[in-house]
């Protein structure tokens, strides 16, 4: 049941376009900057907060505002012998898949094009985490919102948070206590956003040397090491899994 | 066929279904009736399981509506009161979207022959009026013979010869023994359907009595004059 | 009359080779100077220890030595320890004979002049807390040359005390220490005069090389990596000259304090990575000049602390962590002509006080432009950005590397400096990078 409902919502995405215009975005993004830059590491860091910033972004707001506008859709389907979490889930996986494909063929393919190591399978991981977490959260948004217009402006909130406050806030936090030992809670408060724990994971591949040189002490013994990289996959995992799973228990308890 | 014991609903203040309970049988068409806001819809949302009641239990053939049932609204078919589709789909996607999903071995497309619908297929959900919408949801509401037939206004929107039509095919699906709901303001409309009334007032059932009944109990024969005497009169 | 012809023979057929390989050197000469006073006694005996005749240990070889005497030691294994030499001898080792002390003390005492010392394998010297053991222990001397050996697992490898003149080459000194406290330094200098260190190679000692009150002295070529502690660490020693060494995944990198008329030229100092690992750490350093090093892969490549006038130019610094962190007690320190390549961050400082110049380098990340086409760029370059310093006061800002938000606080800092020191700048920054 799952699979039929994912094709319909795939078919409804992809005439939708917006798919279309955010992978040729990306891949005109890539390839420029694969091209431009002689330097090809430097290349990935301009790439870095491309991918930081336009696909949460992207993802967000695409989300946030297709759920709302297939609540026609959701409502012929509630009242059909289908379980909501199947509802919902297709609608996750819909999204999910389609964007997905976009950064795949958009900054993916390039990516392991121009760098077929660590480096390219970790450009294309990374971009892949936060699509599924910024999809997820979208729908958390959306499920827990009746109204549009405000559901479109959480999620605006969200991503400037995850984007830029959350970091402003980490500075202010570290001039703040800046007498004291940090390192630990740097990398517990790493966790708690996912774009800086993907920007960590990328730059532990791509340009290791600064992370781990300096006072990467602690960063490189959490971050370099068996555990922490268990911690690092779950804790990506929980991203995703959990605001998800949130707007399922919402989804299906709401009235439509 | 349904039962329902004592259900609450509230939204926010507002309590859309106070205490009702109410049992409805195979081979009935019932009216429900009410002003604006009576609670109607939401009665009917509860039996589908789209609004969930804060207490009270719903059973549809036997079975328990809740979140981890899902599979009894197979014996449903709903037609809401405005129905809503994803605008860039084709009438004859979703009406294919709907057969995959129910994947009823026999269907009832005789309202869509009726409706003459085949012939607007390529015609997209976003585009069509009103009224041609109202059919989609009539002809979606009736393919996979169901059990029961919960319609939400049916005949609001619709021309007077759909109307007909739409209300000759509800007569042959309960004459077949199929449970109908319908909810109208538009009462005269209903007269020669319907078996029983409902009449609802801010989330509750005022009375439940058979359509012989009320005519007996108010001696007229017209079912607007009939419900306008009972509520007059007070009597419950 | 053979043995008379016979020792000079092998030492002027050693110097010829030794000259060749310093052909152009203005070294030579003084190291053939040393040579013939080596050689200069009339009568010279060879002795001969193997374990198979008469003499069977080198300490009887020793014993029955006189002044120009030379000692050839066939090869075999030899337990001995604490062998004490106070004449003017030559000790050869034919065939790497092995002098395994088994943890007992030092090996060889030098105190003497003209001593010549080659071919051996010095082994297990064990080690006290009490005193300093080395295998090859040289104190009060005068014309010491320790020549090709290898030491392996020794407490100290040579330690000179006290001395003037030795030569200190192509030897193999090799330890496997793990932490600093129980380990004794490579080649240990204190209180010497006119050494020359040339093309050794240290690994796993404490410092690689340590020199305490050390001057007028040569290092050259020597390898130094792998130590647990410091490459080279020296103080309180002047006028010393570093040419070509490799310093390479020290567990400190390199630190020199309080000295001057230090003289460093193309050494490589790569790959130091760590906590508090430097490049090289210059602390109270004056009158000296650094050129033509090269430093890739440190975390943070030259540390300046307190340091005054000395000349750093044409210096590579390649993806390092901190290219420089240079403290604001340095003053009249000058930087030209290096280039800064693919490191995470230039420059650091620690107040807004700057009193070195930092003219006509090149910055691969400088963004200007070059409208006279004179390959100079056209406005000035601030090489400390705002988050270079926030980190380098606070290291847990590391977390946000390469955030948006970092990015556009560099950015506006860089439009009006509030923090960063103005005038630290470059006002003539190479467009392309120097050919070094």
């Given at each position: 049941m799952m699979r039929k409902i994912i094709k319909y919502v795939l078919g409804d995405i992809i005439r939708n376009k917006m798919v279309l215009v955010y992978t040729i975005l990306l891949f005109v993004i890539s390839l420029s900057v694969f091209n431009i830059e002689t330097n090809t590491s430097?290349?990935?860091?301009?790439?870095?907060?491309?991918?930081?910033?336009?696909?949460?972004?992207?993802?967000?707001i695409f989300s946030t505002i297709y759920i709302y506008n297939s609540s026609e859709f959701i409502e012929l389907l509630v009242s059909q012998p289908i379980k909501r979490k199947t509802i919902w889930y297709s609608l996750y996986f819909g999204l999910v898949l389609s964007l997905s494909l976009a950064y795949i063929i958009g900054i993916g393919l390039p990516a392991l094009y121009y760098f077929p190591n660590a480096k390219g399978l970790m450009i294309l991981v990374v971009g892949l985490f936060l699509t599924w977490v910024f999809v997820s959260i979208a729908l958390l948004i959306a499920g827990s919102s009746r109204d549009k217009t405000k559901g479109i402006a959480i999620a605006i909130v969200s991503w400037l948070f995850f984007a830029i406050f959350y970091d402003i806030l980490v500075l202010f936090?570290?001039?703040?206590?800046?007498?004291?030992?940090?390192?630990?809670?740097?990398?517990?408060?790493s966790f708690l956003n996912p774009i800086d724990l993907s920007r960590i994971q990328l730059l532990l591949q791509i340009d290791a040397a600064a992370i781990i040189g300096y006072t990467g002490a602690v960063f490189k013994i959490f971050f370099g090491r068996g555990l922490g990289i268990l911690i690092c996959v779950l804790s990506m995992c929980a991203w995703f899994l959990i605001p998800l799973w949130l707007s399922v228990k919402i989804f299906q308890k709401r009235d439509i | 066929m349904?039962?329902?014991?004592?259900?609450?609903?509230?939204?926010?203040?507002l309590k859309a279904l106070d205490d009702v309970s109410v049992q409805m049988n195979a081979g009935e068409c019932i009216a429900i009736l009410g002003p604006n806001g009576c609670g109607k819809t939401t009665l009917l949302k509860t039996v589908l399981g789209m609004v969930v009641a804060d207490s009270g239990e719903v059973m549809v053939k036997n079975e328990?509506?809740?979140?981890?049932?899902?599979?009894?609204?197979?014996?449903?078919?709903?037609?809401?009161?405005?129905?809503?589709?994803?605008?860039?789909?084709?009438?004859?996607?979703?009406?294919?979207?709907?057969?995959?999903?129910?994947?009823?071995?026999?269907?009832?497309?005789?309202?869509?022959?009726?409706?003459?619908?085949?012939?607007?297929?390529?015609?997209?959900?976003?585009?069509?009026?009103?009224?041609?919408?109202?059919?989609?949801?009539?002809?979606?509401?009736?393919?996979?013979?169901?059990?029961?037939?919960?319609?939400?206004?049916?005949?609001?929107?619709?021309?007077?010869?759909?109307?007909?039509?739409?209300?000759?095919?509800?007569?042959?699906e309960n004459d077949k023994g199929k449970l109908v709901i319908i909810t109208s303001h538009i009462l005269s409309e209903l007269d020669d359907l319907v078996t029983e009334v409902i009449y609802m007032q801010e989330g509750?059932?005022?009375?439940?009595?058979?359509?012989?009944?009320?005519?007996?109990?108010?001696?007229e024969i017209k079912l607007s004059k009939a419900i306008a005497s009972i509520l007059q009169s007070g009597v419950k | 009359m053979f043995k008379i012809t016979f020792i000079p023979n092998i030492i002027l057929n050693y110097l010829f080779k030794f000259s060749d390989k310093l052909k152009g050197s203005r070294y030579s000469l003084s190291i053939s100077l040393i040579l013939c006073i080596g050689i200069s006694p009339s009568y010279a005996g060879v002795i001969i220890v193997d374990k198979s005749q008469a003499i069977q240990t080198v300490q009887q070889g020793i014993s029955q030595a006189k002044n120009g005497d030379t000692v050839y030691v066939q090869a075999g294994v030899y337990h001995e320890s604490k062998l004490i030499i106070e004449k003017s001898i030559t000790l050869i080792g034919k065939g790497w004979p092995v002098i395994d002390a088994q943890n007992k003390g030092e090996i060889f005492f030098i105190r003497s002049r003209n001593v010549w010392l080659q071919g051996f394998k010095l082994q297990h010297t064990g080690r006290s807390d009490l005193k300093e053991i080395g295998a090859v222990m040289i104190y009060d001397s005068y014309a010491i040359t320790v020549l090709n050996n290898q030491i392996e697992d020794a407490n100290f490898g040579i330690s000179v005390q006290n001395s003037k003149c030795c030569t200190i080459k192509d030897n193999h000194i090799k330890a496997f220490n793990k932490d600093e406290v129980l380990s004794g330094n490579g080649i240990h200098g204190w209180k010497a005069d006119s050494l020359i260190i040339i093309g050794n190679t240290i690994s796993g000692h404490r410092d690689g090389l340590y020199f305490e009150f050390v001057k007028n002295s040569l290092i050259w070529r020597n390898v130094s990596t792998q130590n647990v502690r410091y490459g080279i660490h020296f103080m309180f020693s002047n006028n010393n000259t570093y040419i070509g060494n490799i310093f390479e995944k020290n567990e400190a990198g390199v630190a020199v304090m309080f000295s001057s008329k230090i003289q460093m030229y193309n050494n490589y100092f790569y790959d130091n990575w760590g906590d508090a690992t430097y490049g090289i750490l210059l602390k109270e350093i004056t009158d000296s000049h650094i050129s033509g090093n090269s430093f890739v892969q440190n975390t943070i490549a030259l540390q300046m602390e307190g340091c005054s006038r000395i000349m750093i130019f044409k210096n590579k610094f390649i993806n390092n962590g901190f290219a420089l962190k240079i403290q604001a007690s340095c003053d009249d320190n000058a930087f030209t002509s290096n280039n800064f390549i693919a490191n995470t961050f230039d420059i650091a400082t620690n107040g807004t006080l700057v009193l070195n110049t930092f003219d006509g380098n090149y910055w691969d990340k400088y963004e200007g432009y070059d409208l006279d086409r004179n390959k100079i760029g056209d406005i000035s370059f601030h090489p400390v950005s705002l988050y270079s310093m926030i980190i380098a006061h606070n290291p847990a800002a590391l977390m946000l590397f390469r955030s948006f938000m970092v990015t556009l606080l560099d950015k506006s800092e860089k439009l009006m400096p509030i923090i960063t020191p103005e005038s630290l700048v470059d006002h003539f920054p190479h467009m392309k990078p120097f050919d070094l």
């Open positions: 430097k290349g990935i860091l301009s790439l870095l907060n491309i991918i930081l910033l336009i696909v949460p972004l992207t993802c967000i936090i570290l001039f703040q206590f800046q007498d004291y030992p940090l390192e630990g809670a740097m990398i517990v408060l | 349904i039962q329902a014991k004592h259900i609450t609903k509230k939204f926010g203040r328990i509506v809740k979140k981890s049932n899902w599979q009894y609204r197979r014996h449903i078919g709903y037609m809401p009161q405005i129905g809503r589709y994803p605008s860039n789909m084709k009438i004859a996607d979703v009406i294919n979207m709907m057969k995959d999903i129910r994947q009823n071995g026999e269907l009832n497309e005789e309202l869509a022959s009726a409706f003459d619908l085949p012939a607007l297929n390529q015609k997209k959900m976003g585009n069509l009026s009103g009224g041609t919408t109202q059919k989609v949801s009539a002809v979606l509401a009736f393919m996979f013979n169901p059990d029961i037939l919960i319609l939400d206004e049916p005949t609001a929107g619709l021309d007077p010869l759909s109307s007909e039509k739409l209300k000759a095919k509800i007569k042959a509750k059932i005022i009375f439940h009595k058979k359509i012989k009944t009320l005519q007996e109990e108010t001696g | -």
